[in-house]
């Protein structure tokens, strides 16, 4: 119906148009009524103008709108045309395109702002750029952390720390990184992870910043806690029995205050005498190999990083306990899907904490029915595992937290030195050691290294 009239407005101004022509035409071979022609060429004018507006009107319209959108403008408005239907369609149309166009602004605006609140309410930084080093988006606790108001690129971190925009737009995707940093006068452990993608058909590196210093200081304290009462309980284990035993000497060499000579004494006393003498240097040298053990925990050799393929790690390791695992009926095997896994690391310290590693696993499975220890490695997008896992008893529940606090140990021989290295060790490689257990099945540790 609307698009009908349209095509009527068309005919009637055609039928004008074709009409004024053939009365011009008519008049022009009358030249004696100049003015009538005049007038018939004017009106002949004017009607193919109002055609030719009257067609174009769209086109302007459609122009308008087209402007209101790339310019962001949702204020446009298009009027009602009293009396062309048609027309009053088009703009009908025109407005609810505009009016969701508002909509979606709108909507588009309110996530603007609830994507801005959300990334500046989390506590750690987030800082997203992309490979010519523009900063696209910093948010308020990354600029808090390192003392700055804006940031537009990644060469304006060179104010904090000059090899920081370098480390920064080097680091890998998928990494995670501790870098100490000087901020404001104080030591800061900062953690780094990065992720990349595609955003727009361009690259972008998202890295996240998280300062873990508190939280590195209460660790360290409740380490330190838990250490001095080791060491406490260590020392006390010693010192309270050579305490009793020199009192008693005492007592039975002087009983009355004077010391009696030798050739009094009884043999009974005398090998009393001999015997707490005993007792006191055994006591006392046990203590002094505590007190080494203490000393030399953490005098690591030098660290030399270099490529090093696992599968023939595990065989030497293997090699070296082969004969005690078939002396006590222990299952001993490797597991090595792809024997080609090469990583950096240090293989003289690394092949140190595997020995450490199968020789508690070994003592694990002397009392099990079933016993056996497999070695083997896997690796992932993002990390190598090297684990040893035994068949022993488990570790119980109330063990796991402190089994890599330095002289903790629950075997009568035992230095509680090993795992505590171990863990040492693995941090050097920028890695950690990750432990399950199942009382009555097992345990199973993981060297965690990161993929290279």
Not at 347 to 371: D, F, G, Y
Request: aromatic share 8%.
């Amino acid at each position: 119906m609307v698009f009908s009239r349209f095509i009527w407005s068309i005919l009637a101004f055609v039928a004008a148009i074709v009409g004024t022509s053939i009365l011009l035409g008519i008049y022009l071979q009358k030249p004696e009524l100049p003015v009538t022609i005049s007038l018939l060429v004017v009106s002949l004018i004017l009607e193919t103008m109002s055609m030719i507006w009257y067609l174009t009107r769209i086109r302007r319209d459609l122009l308008k709108l087209i402007n209101a959108m790339t310019n962001d403008d949702p204020s446009m408005q298009f009027s009602r045309v009293r009396r062309d239907p048609y027309f009053n369609a088009i703009h009908q149309g025109f407005n609810a395109l505009i009016r969701d166009f508002r909509l979606v602004r709108l909507d588009r605006e309110a996530e603007q702002r609830f994507f801005e609140e959300t990334v500046n309410h989390v506590q750690f930084g987030l800082l997203a750029f992309n490979p010519s080093g523009a900063v696209k988006m910093s948010n308020q606790a990354f600029l808090e952390l390192f003392g700055l108001r804006k940031l537009n690129l990644l060469e304006d971190l060179a104010a904090v720390s000059k090899d920081l925009p370098e480390f920064i737009q080097g680091f890998p995707p998928g990494k995670e990184s501790l870098r100490k940093m000087d901020l404001n006068g104080q030591a800061r452990h900062l953690i780094f992870h990065s992720s990349g993608f595609i955003l727009k058909g361009e690259e972008i590196t998202l890295v996240s910043v998280r300062d873990i210093s508190q939280e590195m200081d209460q660790n360290e304290l409740e380490a330190w806690q838990k250490l001095l009462r080791v060491l406490r309980h260590e020392i006390l284990n010693s010192i309270s029995p050579i305490k009793l035993i020199a009192g008693n000497l005492s007592q039975r060499l002087q009983p009355g205050g004077e010391l009696p000579a030798l050739d009094q004494l009884k043999k009974e006393e005398i090998k009393e005498i001999q015997t707490g003498l005993e007792t006191i240097h055994r006591r006392a040298s046990g203590l002094s190999v505590f007190l080494d053990a203490y000393t030399n925990l953490y005098r690591t050799p030098e660290f030399k990083p270099q490529s090093t393929s696992i599968f023939p790690l595990l065989e030497r390791v293997y090699d070296l306990f082969r004969e005690q695992a078939e002396q006590q009926e222990t299952t001993l095997q490797i597991n090595c899907q792809d024997s080609d896994i090469r990583i950096l690391m240090d293989v003289r310290m690394i092949e140190q904490v595997l020995i450490n590693l199968v020789k508690n696993a070994m003592e694990a499975v002397q009392t099990q029915a079933t016993r056996s220890i497999v070695l083997s490695v896997t690796s992932t997008r993002k990390e190598v595992l090297i684990s040893v896992e035994d068949s022993g008893a488990g570790i119980p529940r109330d063990h796991m937290e402190s089994i890599f606090m330095p002289f903790f140990s629950t075997k009568e021989a035992g230095t509680g030195v090993g795992l505590s290295f171990s863990q040492h060790v693995m941090r050097l490689h920028q890695g950690f050691i990750r432990v399950s257990s199942t009382a009555g099945e097992g345990s199973v540790f993981q060297l965690v290294f990161g993929s290279s």
